[in-house]
């Protein structure tokens, strides 16, 4: 990493939870293709003011985690269509004190459908209604799904989202059944809630594919019952590395190779 100097750009994430993933992708690769860059993860309590910051500094780039995803939505000038479509951001690129947002959660969830060859012709229960649960929920309709049900306590967000995309919405665990499985709430994540198994053992039983967006730990309780049942995995860690390649794309203007994104991907969890 170069020195810090006057000419470096910044970039930052705003999280309620900050790990050190994004910040040793992005800086691993800044390192690695000799550019001028540094990036920082901070949270905080104050969204307003922190977004006044990426205006009034000149911080390049911003990546938006839970909470926040949908509370920066006023505090930008352009939401792009990834972004607007779904009324979720998680990223916001500063051209010269405008800032527009995206959203590359949807991006990585799309991808990641495609070259797990997932078979649109199954029953989804995705469990959460939140930001990131938006982009995920698009992401099924738009590869095709036509069986989800969408698994909230919150008896606006969880009807909302599934009849923007013609799906069902239940606020009780519904029989088993359900072929892919989709956790998209903080149950597994690193915190109070870290030995929370996302979803019962009757419904892995019954299920094909467990996809867990949560990104740290990768092995959640959900994933490592998933793999001790040998059933298909899609894994935060997964989503996080391809939603992140496409931010660093956007903040720098340098494409990534796979093969890059997979050794940054590889360091950022070499911790």
Sequence with gaps: MPILNKDMTLCISLSGRPSNLGTRFHNYLYDLLGLNYIYKAFSTDDIEG??????????RGCSVSMPFKEAVIPLVDEMEESAAAIESVNTIVNDGG??????TDYEAVASLLRSHAVDPGLPV?????????????????????????VLARNATAGPALAAKYGYRWTAED?????QVLVNVTPLGMDGPQADVQSFSDA??????????VVAFPVETPLIRAGRTLDKQLITG???????????FERYTGVALTPELVAEASEFSRAQ
Excluded: Y
């Design 50 to 59: 922190a977004i006044r910051g990426v205006r009034a500094l000149g911080i």
């Design 98 to 103: 405008r800032l527009s947002a995206s959203n």
């Design 237 to 247: 860690a997964e989503v996080v590395a391809l939603q992140a390649a496409r931010q």
């Design 203 to 212: 419904h892995l039983a019954a299920a094909s594919v467990v996809f867990d």
């Design 174 to 178: 519904p029989a088993p059944g359900a």
């Design 125 to 149: 229960l995705v469990r959460g209604s939140g930001g990131m649960a938006k982009a995920v929920v698009a992401a099924f309709r738009g590869a095709g799904f036509d069986d989800l049900t």
